[in-house]
């Protein structure tokens, strides 16, 4: 479980908090998005969740950040990561900048975890094999494109093997595959009993796999609930969220006045497709 | 009037482990707008920098209205072809939003009020007129992005190239970017943009250019590269059609790479059928 509780946080010379009273609660196994316009405090509250904020990102916290029940106010980073682990929208943000290839960049996390050899070994293949990146393990991570540096960036999370995931936009530089890699990725670890919280702006994603989803505005929940209300919610639009394809598409035959049973059928068949 | 012509570009980057582009033939004609889409490491970005002289072939040749581009100098290249990076963070340095966006025009040798003009019109365009003295690293990363896009489209280039313009951008957000794409366009100038958004792709360009391993492996109008034939190409590159796409092809009602496509071929086909 990770909780938080009626947090609120403000930046270091900031005037204003960027997150107010703010609580969310992640059961094992549970996906829950994080969704709504830029500068909603989606970012803030992944920073809180994983503990970085305030402990290497300066600022002042209220409420409290509870880890499998426990308070960890005070305690230190190193505690935490083999706990909650953060994926950074910015994968260059992530990546150590030390390691020369992608294969110790993937292993750089566990070893630090001080496991034995072939643990770290057996980690940094399964995450380099779910996300399909062996073919770059011998590559530098600094020549890699942006999207592969992703999928290497998430690649060292799932490597840690944490019980709780933070992912901040972890797709944003994917194309579709990757995309449904991560999404596929997701989907096992949370069956797998991780508890994952995602702050994403693909709303066909988060319709994918979250169970269910908190709609941000100015720092506060405007709304949430399971997945499927909340994101076919007409509100989600008027606070500048797109909503999935297959929402958008519904309501507009419906607007356009056509036999909507025919679009379903045929948005299934295309989803199995 | 810009015309951009690559022939056979070939591109290995020092380290020598890939041929990031591997002999493309593609001509930009004026005014069109171009959205180049493929697999992560597909080679998207790596022809962009070739465009404004950032990356030079290995192979090959980039010529900017008939003339090679290697006998041009970055600065040369630059009044021509503006390049908006994926990342803002690497382009923007100046210590206010108005200085940011300056810094271009100012080096095309605009002063005054033409160049007060050039600031202030670009960054209308992407809704940021009211932060001229900001610091853009008081701006989340959405807005430092359109801050990097409105400092390029200051320089008034007759070539746009964006990498990756919608990452990161809430619907407000995407919905500048193909805005600022129309405009552009509709000044008779030439967009060529990376993306992985293919709703977005469809909904603003009329040629898609699909780049697999450093080659061209499809090129041609929304209509037709997300049409149920061309499927088993774009799944060759991991890429999947808009769901309007597969919907219209589920359907039987031909290439509908848009919801609008969609809903007039439906409207059409339940006319018929009455």
Not at chain 2, 115 to 137: I, K, Q, R, T, W
Not at chain 2, 225 to 236: N, Q, Y
């Amino acid at each position: 479980m990770l909780e938080l509780e009626s947090v609120t946080y403000r930046y270091a010379g900031a005037t204003e908090p960027a997150v107010h009273d703010v609580t969310i609660r992640l059961a094992a196994s549970e996906v829950v998005g994080l969704c709504g316009p830029s500068e909603s405090g989606k970012t803030t509250l992944c920073l809180i969740a994983s503990g970085l904020a305030p402990r290497a990102i300066r600022g002042t916290l209220a409420g409290r950040l509870l880890v499998d029940g426990a308070d960890v106010a005070g305690r230190p980073m190193h505690e935490l990561v083999s706990r909650a682990g953060i994926c950074f929208q910015d994968p260059t943000t992530q990546l150590s900048g030390v390691n020369a290839t992608v294969y110790e960049e993937v292993a750089f996390g566990p070893m630090n975890l001080g496991l034995p050899r072939s643990d770290v070994v057996a980690r940094t293949e399964q995450a380099l094999e779910t996300l399909r990146i062996g073919d770059l393990a011998m590559r530098d991570p600094s020549r890699l494109s942006g999207g592969q540096l992703q999928l290497v960036a998430i690649a060292g999370l799932l490597a840690m093997r944490a019980a709780h995931l933070i992912l901040d936009e972890p797709t944003a530089e994917l194309d579709p595959a990757g995309t449904r890699l991560v999404g596929d990725a997701i989907e096992e670890l949370a069956a797998a009993g991780t508890s994952i919280l995602i702050a994403e702006q693909r709303t066909d994603l988060l319709a994918r796999i979250c169970q269910r989803v908190l709609i941000l505005r100015g720092g506060r929940v405007a709304f949430e609930g399971p997945a499927d209300e909340v994101l076919a919610d007409p509100r989600l639009e008027e606070l500048g969220g797109a909503p999935p394809s297959a929402v958008r598409l519904r309501r507009e035959a419906i607007a356009a006045g056509i036999d909507v049973g025919a679009v379903d059928r045929a948005i299934a068949a295309g989803a199995t497709a | 009037m810009t015309e951009l012509r690559l022939e056979g570009l070939v591109h290995v980057y020092p380290d020598g482990a890939v041929r990031a582009l591997d002999g493309v033939d593609l001509t930009i004609r004026h005014g069109e707008r171009v959205a180049l889409v493929g697999q992560n490491g597909s080679g998207k970005t790596t022809l962009v920098r070739h465009l404004n002289g950032l990356l030079r072939p290995t192979a090959g040749r980039v010529l900017v209205d008939g003339v090679d581009a290697a006998g041009f100098r970055v600065a040369q290249l630059a009044r021509r072809v503006g390049l908006v990076f994926q990342d803002p963070d690497r382009q923007i340095f100046a210590a206010t939003v108005r200085a940011e966006v300056a810094f271009g025009p100012h080096n095309l040798g605009l002063r005054g009020t033409r160049l007060e003009a050039a600031v202030s019109g670009a960054l209308a365009a992407v809704g940021l007129d009211a932060e001229l003295d900001a610091n853009p690293y008081d701006l989340g990363g959405a807005r430092r992005k359109l801050l990097a896009l409105a400092s390029v489209l200051a320089m008034g280039t007759p070539v746009l190239v964006l990498d990756e313009p919608t990452t990161g951008q809430d619907a407000h957000g995407v919905e500048t970017a193909r805005r600022v794409i129309a405009d552009v366009a509709a000044e008779g100038r030439t967009v060529v943009a990376i993306s992985h958004d293919m709703t977005f792709v469809a909904e603003t360009f009329e040629r898609v250019v699909v780049l697999r391993a450093g080659r061209v492996v499809l090129d041609g109008p929304p209509g037709e590269i997300f049409a149920e034939r061309s499927w088993p190409a774009l799944a060759s590159t991991y890429l999947e059609p808009p769901l309007p796409a597969i919907v219209g092809a589920r359907l039987g009602l031909g290439a509908t790479p848009t919801d609008a496509a969609l809903i007039a071929a439906l409207r059409r086909y339940l006319e018929r059928k009455r």
